[in-house]
């Protein structure tokens, strides 16, 4: 490991450059950075509220692994299955394949030096245990920091105990956080004292110190006696310092007004961050109306119960885990755990189909960003949906309704996941099975995997034809045909594509799905001599996609007229296409565009006449496909350009030479290879804006708030 550098965070990797306010544990902070350089597997452990998840990001802000530090947050997930897709998100890692999710982390850190932080993991031992052997037998410049409660019992796991803080360092933090309330700690015996009967546990001390906007130190010290009178009896068996935290907490929970407690237990039903939308609709009713969660929630943030954060998708807010915790025991407590998760679902089955209806619209890019802040709520609302009785209509829908986010958003493993999930359960409800089939079905064809595509595809075509399900046959159609393009067969992908835009047009559908079917059939009658036809095609779907501010199928639309323009002579013009095209697939992780436009730019820039270049591009899209899956689909048509670059650079450079450019190319990230490819040096990762003037459709001046229902056609038509 390199030698430590300052706290302004490491260059690479996904820890916040600007770590927030950090009092004492100057010793052991250095303590933790010697332990990571001696040790592969560090873990900090310790009482919750002891500053665990602080101290961790600050020592690895201090450390320089050549390929960054990368933190993933494990308090949300609940599902020891998910760990893996945990960690590959975090990694920023998009993956098209049917490998499982651990095979794709393999993959992708075999060969890097990175600091892997795990943040809460006590709930997830055994996944987490099992994921950390692995990683560290078959990643060498792997290293992993991890942060709970107690051990992974991982061999080779080096413990590093935290304990709470000293008198000195305890006194400092309650005055640091007393002055951020603007109050003032002039009774200093009062205040060591506090400190004291807190046993140092920084969370119960800026919970305390959050109370000096209405009391004296010396106020509450008498307050603090008597809670701990109070909460004398019960817990035995628990470490004194739980038992401390947990009387600071449920202190802090006594002082709070009805309505402030209420809302505390209400908020514990959200995993992850939320927003104030959410927390008024779910929480709302039952002595709370939805305008009075807004001052209640600013009060909760004074008390430091609630952190606010900034996330690409705006203001957020979120709980400790153990604040939270103590939250779901009153809620539960209260009989009213139930009812809470059913509006919790209500309102992430309802913001998915707001978002899956925004899709087709200007607001694209603020649905992929927003779908990336949601996805543990989302998480949340679907597991609900698909382990409780009567409720697996909803998981079918809401899995089904998310194919944006699966196919148009890098997750296309995550979201077979929960489709093959939701499918092996009986719902009782065609609609919902249906377009899981669907989608299931065009997740399949994009990973590579035609046989279980096909029977997802024959099954909702067969069930639609027999229920007389219009749409549901149109998209299985359509998809089908999909499969039959990748798969070089050619007459029968045209038929069918020609045969589901004929539907979709009876039954007035237009959306994303639609035009990509358009895309589809160009790129069809492309390979078979037809350019004119196929830019016709694509000339078109650019220009509804541009009446309708749509940026992700219109990327697909750049790469046939490019691979038109590259036929027909024109490299400008086909670099200049495939430039537009790269950009808002790289933005939308859309791995699958990106690596096209790759692919398609190296023989552009052979035709401009730098086969060197070419190569190192030909070598980053080698580098990319594994993640993809079969290179170019296996298909002859689709790997014509390849083999036509690959043989024109050799001739060129020759082999020992062309070979050297393309490994060169497979070293480089993704980030990287979509700079080299663009021409710009660094990160790009801006959405473009979309080009033109902008058709808005009725409804549609903003981002509409999440209905508590399904639209009554599923979803699906989002035009």
């Known amino acids: 490991m390199r030698p430590p550098q300052r706290d302004g965070g490491p260059a690479l990797g996904n820890l916040p450059l600007e770590l927030d306010a950090f009092v004492g544990r100057t010793a052991e902070l250095t303590g933790l950075v010697r332990a990571l350089d001696a040790s592969r597997l ?9 500053g665990k998840s602080r101290l961790a990001a600050r020592a690895a802000a201090r450390c320089a692994p050549p390929d960054g530090v990368w933190r993933v947050d494990l308090e949300p997930v609940s599902d020891p299955e998910l760990v893996d897709y945990a960690v590959v998100e975090a990694l920023g890692l ?4 049917t490998r499982l999710p651990r095979e794709t982390l393999l993959g992708h850190l075999a060969e890097r030096q990175l600091l892997l932080l795990l943040d809460g993991f006590e709930h997830l031992v055994e996944a987490c245990g099992a994921l950390v052997t692995e990683l560290l037998r078959r990643a060498p410049g792997v290293r992993v920091l991890a942060v709970g409660r107690r051990p992974l019992g991982v061999a080779g796991e080096r413990q590093f105990p935290l304990a709470p803080l000293g008198e000195a360092e305890a006194v400092e933090l309650f005055a640091d956080r007393a002055a951020q309330h603007g109050a003032a700690c002039d009774d200093e015996r009062a205040v060591r004292e506090v400190c004291r009967r807190l046993d140092g546990i920084p969370l119960a001390i800026e919970l305390a110190a959050g109370r000096l906007r209405a009391l004296s130190p010396g106020q509450l010290l008498d307050r603090l006696d008597d809670r701990f009178r109070l909460l004398t009896g019960g817990g035995r068996e628990a470490p004194h310092r739980h038992q401390t935290l947990r009387t600071a907490i449920g202190w802090s929970h006594e002082l709070c007004t009805p309505g402030e407690r209420l809302l505390w237990a209400r908020l514990s039903v959200f995993a992850g961050a939320f927003d104030l939308e959410a927390a008024e609709y779910v929480c709302s009713g039952g002595g709370l109306d939805a305008d009075d969660v807004l001052d209640v929630l600013t009060e909760l943030i004074a008390q430091s119960v609630v952190t606010r954060e900034d996330t690409p998708a705006g203001l957020r807010y979120r709980m400790l885990d153990t604040v939270r915790a103590y939250g779901a025991q009153w809620l539960a407590a209260a009989g009213d755990a139930g009812r809470l998760r059913r509006r919790h679902r209500d309102w992430y089955v309802g913001l998915a ?7 087709f619209s200007p607001r694209q890019g603020e649905v992929a960003a927003r779908i990336d802040v949601e996805l543990p709520n989302l998480r949340s609302a679907l597991d609900y949906c698909l382990t409780e009785p009567e409720e697996a209509h909803l998981g079918q829908y809401l899995a089904g309704s998310l194919w944006f986010c699966w196919a148009g958003c890098g997750r296309l493993s995550e979201g077979r996941h929960w489709l093959e999930r939701g499918l092996r359960l009986d719902s009782g409800n065609e609609q919902s099975r249906l377009k899981a089939l669907w989608v299931l079905g065009y997740v399949a064809v994009l990973q590579g995997d ?3 595509a096909l029977a997802a595809l024959q099954e909702c075509g067969e069930e639609a034809e027999r229920s007389g399900n219009a749409t549901a046959l149109a998209y299985a159609e359509h998809r089908t045909g999909c499969l039959a393009l990748v798969t070089d067969d050619l007459p029968r992908a045209e038929t069918l594509l020609r045969s ?6 009876k039954i007035g559908e237009l959306n994303s799905n639609v035009l990509m079917a358009q895309v589809e059939l160009a790129m069809a009658r492309a390979f078979q001599g037809d350019l004119a036809d196929a830019v016709k095609l694509c000339d078109d779907v650019r220009r509804v996609c541009e009446d309708h501010g749509e940026r992700w199928a219109r990327g697909y639309a750049l790469f046939v007229l490019a691979y038109a323009a590259w036929a027909e002579g024109d490299p400008a013009r086909a670099r200049e296409l495939l430039t537009d095209c790269l950009t808002g697939a790289h933005a939308f992780h859309d791995l699958l565009g990106s690596v096209l436009a790759i692919e398609l730019l190296a023989l552009v820039t052979t035709a401009d006449g730098d086969p060197a270049e070419a190569a190192v591009l030909q070598g ?7 993640s993809v899956g079969l290179p170019l689909f296996g298909s002859a048509y689709y790997n014509t350009p390849h083999e036509l670059c690959e043989a024109t650079a050799r001739q060129l450079l020759g082999d020992e030479r062309y070979e050297a450019c393309v490994r060169q190319g497979a070293r480089l990230g993704r980030e990287e290879a979509v700079g ?13 804006e979309p080009r033109g003037p902008v058709r808005q459709g009725r409804g549609a001046a903003r981002m509409r708030k999440p209905a508590a229902s399904p639209t009554r056609k599923g979803g699906e038509t989002t035009g």
């Open 42 to 50: 560090v873990t900090v452990t310790g009482t919750g509220g002891v």
């Open 500 to 505: 589901a835009l004929d539907r979709y047009q």
């Open 450 to 452: 035609p046989v279980p």
């Open 94 to 97: 998009t993956d098209h394949t």
């Open 620 to 626: 980053a899209a080698q580098g990319m496909w594994p």
């Open 676 to 688: 080299l490819a663009l021409g710009r040096p660094g990160p790009v990762a801006a959405l473009p």
């Open 353 to 359: 189909t707001w978002c899956e209806l925004d899709w």
